[in-house]
Structures are given as C-alpha cells and as structure tokens.
C-alpha cells in the first residue's frame, strides 16, 4: 500500500504523514508539497514503523516521482481559512491547486483512491471528478471528499446527552455537504438512539455545522482545525485501506458522486445533487454502496436538508464550470 500526502509539509499534512507513517498497513508513504517536504520526511524516517519513506518537491519531477505506483492519495493541499473567510473564500487559491494535483493523478497513478481534503470540498471533489473524467479515467467508485471532521464533531458534541463513556462509540451519520447548513447531523438516526432535549437541538446541530469556526476564531488568523482533521483524516484512510485489504462491513460517511455508486441514483433524485455525503459501505474496489438515510429523517432533519440542498447545488456547479469554462 502505497499513500501520498499531497501537501504534507502543511499543518494538516505533518500529522496526517505522521499518522500514517506509524500505521502498520502503510508499506510506502510518499510525501509531496511545495515546500519543507526534505525536513518533515528527514524527521518521519526515523520512526522506526514499517513504512518505507520519501518526501519531493515540485523540482526534478517530484510530481511524477510521488505520485507514479500510488494506490491512494490524500490531499490537504491549500491555503486555510482566517476568521472572517467562507470556506467558498478559498475557492479561488484552492481550485488550482486542487486541479493540477488531480492531473497528477491522472498522469501517474490513475488507479489511487483519491481522497480530497482541500476545502471548499463541495467544490473541490466536483473539480476532481472533472479533471478525472476529462483525463478518461475517472472511477467513482475511488474518489472520495472527506466529510468524517464533522463525524467526529458530532459524536462528541452528543456526548453529553448520551452518557457514552467513548464518545466513538456512538454513530452519527453527517450527511451532505461540508459547510456550514450543507453539514446536515441526522441526530435521529443515531446508534445507539440518542435523546437530546428538544431545546438543545438547534445549539448542538449549530455547533457542528460551524464547528471549523469554532477552531478558526480560537487559532486568531493561525489557520483552522489541523490536528483534529489529521485524526479525521487518518482514521477515514485508515477505514479505506482496511476495505481494500478484505475487511467487510465497513461504512462511513463520504461525499462521493452519487451516480457512480450502488444506490447512488436514487439519492441524486431525491437530493437533486449529484455530489452528497451520506454512509458508503467500503469495499476492495472503493465505495461499495451508498445507503439512502435522506428519506430515514424525521420532519427537523427534512428542513435542514432543504437548506442543504440550496447551498450545495451552486457549490458543485462552481467547481464544474471552473474546469469546464477555466476563468
Ligand atoms: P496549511 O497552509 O497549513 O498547509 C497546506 C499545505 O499545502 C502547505 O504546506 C502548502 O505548501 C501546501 N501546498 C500548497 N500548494 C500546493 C501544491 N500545489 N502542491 C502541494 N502542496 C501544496 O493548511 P492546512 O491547515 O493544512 O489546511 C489545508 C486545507 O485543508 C485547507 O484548504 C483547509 O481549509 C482544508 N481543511 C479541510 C478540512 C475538511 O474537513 N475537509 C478540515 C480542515 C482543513
Ligand atoms: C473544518 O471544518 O474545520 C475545516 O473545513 C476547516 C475550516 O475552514 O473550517
């Protein structure tokens, strides 16, 4: 199994590469960024773990170098968010990056799960998914937006109404997007069933929808959340890689083009988005099913879903006109 980080220099990324550096599933981490990628994989290597380690910079066809034998590549590559910015703010650095990245991926390793990170996501993996297809290799199935930061918000946020000693242990599907109202927790579909006080609901679904604001304003222009999305991060690849080596019954929220998955169609249909978040079942060949838990929600879930569906549909359409009609 070999793992690029595409942007492991960053404050994502040098947890992120340390985590997957000490993952015995790893055998080859391959580390790409512009900058510092020499000192961050100087320091990993000498973690005595199995896998084996390399860090490149753009020079000398780093790109090819990273890249070439992938079979999964994540990236947190991109500037983050200062108090005051959207994550659509940072669009118009991020879209680029994303993009060429992605042609990389192309070139050199069009088989790799892809695993997009780089915000604004809702636009970001529709970008990827273009640069892919224009490029004759795109595989839904293996391309995938990494949703599970607003996972881990919500099963800790719950806790405190659950009396759950591992706040892990409790499983909350977040569904649609990754901003703000597109972030829809479907409390009533907790496992094991939650009861949150019905004058708490509006506070705790608020705080995990604009949970990343939480951190920005706490970091004061030092960027956002990093260590928390390393661990996101990790353990969503972590959960791919485990599928992909055999292990069965593994399912976690994804954002992923609907129409390319088992029971994606008929999400599309009834979300009017092409790209959704919801539970995919992960299998050695990537997204295995998507389970329909849109038409599961109860009447509170429905309103916040429609305000999902609102912000989410210009998301994807920006960043599929942006490689369709580059500005
Ligand atoms: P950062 O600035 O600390 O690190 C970004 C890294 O990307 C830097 O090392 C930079 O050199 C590198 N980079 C820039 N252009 C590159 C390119 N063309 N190729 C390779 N590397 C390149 O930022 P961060 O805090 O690590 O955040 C990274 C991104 O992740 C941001 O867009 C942020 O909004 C996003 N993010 C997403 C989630 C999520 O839940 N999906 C959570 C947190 C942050
Ligand atoms: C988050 O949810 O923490 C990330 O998307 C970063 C951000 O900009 O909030």
Not at 44 to 63: N, R
Not at 109 to 116: G, H, I, K, S
Request: net charge neutral.
């Amino acid at each position: 199994m070999k793992v690029v980080v595409a942007g492991a220099s960053g404050g994502i990324g040098q947890p992120l590469s340390l985590l997957m550096k000490a993952c015995p599933l790893v055998d080859h981490l391959s580390l790409y960024d512009v900058v510092n990628t020499p000192g961050v994989t100087a320091d990993l290597s000498h973690i005595s773990s199995v896998a084996k380690i390399e860090g490149f910079l753009p020079k000398d066809d780093g790109m090819k170098k990273a890249f070439t034998g992938a079979d999964m590549v994540v990236i947190p590559a991109g500037i983050p968010r200062k108090p005051g910015m959207t994550r659509d703010d940072l669009f118009k650095i991020n879209a680029g990056i994303v993009r060429d990245l992605i042609k990389g991926v192309a070139e050199f390793c069009p088989e790799a799960y892809v695993l997009v990170i780089s915000n604004p996501v809702n636009s970001t993996v529709p970008i990827a998914a273009e640069v892919l297809k224009g490029a004759g290799v795109f595989n839904p199935k293996k391309l995938f937006g990494v949703t599970t930061l607003d996972v881990v918000r919500a099963e800790t946020f719950v806790q405190e109404y659950t009396g759950e000693k591992d706040p892990s242990k409790t499983v909350i599907p977040v569904i649609g997007g990754h901003s703000g109202e597109t972030i829809v927790p479907l409390w009533s579909q907790a496992k094991p069933a939650v009861k949150i006080p019905e004058d708490k609901l509006d506070a705790l679904t608020h705080r995990v929808q604009f949970g990343g604001d939480e951190v920005v304003k706490a970091k004061d222009g030092a960027g956002s959340a990093t260590l928390s999305m390393a661990y996101a991060g990790f353990r969503f690849a972590e959960k791919v890689i485990k599928a992909v080596k055999g292990e069965s019954g593994i399912v976690e929220p994804t954002f992923v083009y609907l129409p390319g998955v088992e029971g994606g169609d008929e999400i599309a249909k009834e979300t009017g988005c092409e790209f959704f978040s919801v539970p995919v079942e992960l299998g050695p060949e990537g997204a295995k099913k998507a389970h329909n838990i849109v038409s599961s929600a109860n009447d509170y879930e429905k309103k916040l879903l429609k305000a999902c569906y609102d912000g989410l549909g210009g998301n994807i359409s920006k960043g599929i006109e942006f490689v369709k009609n580059p500005p």
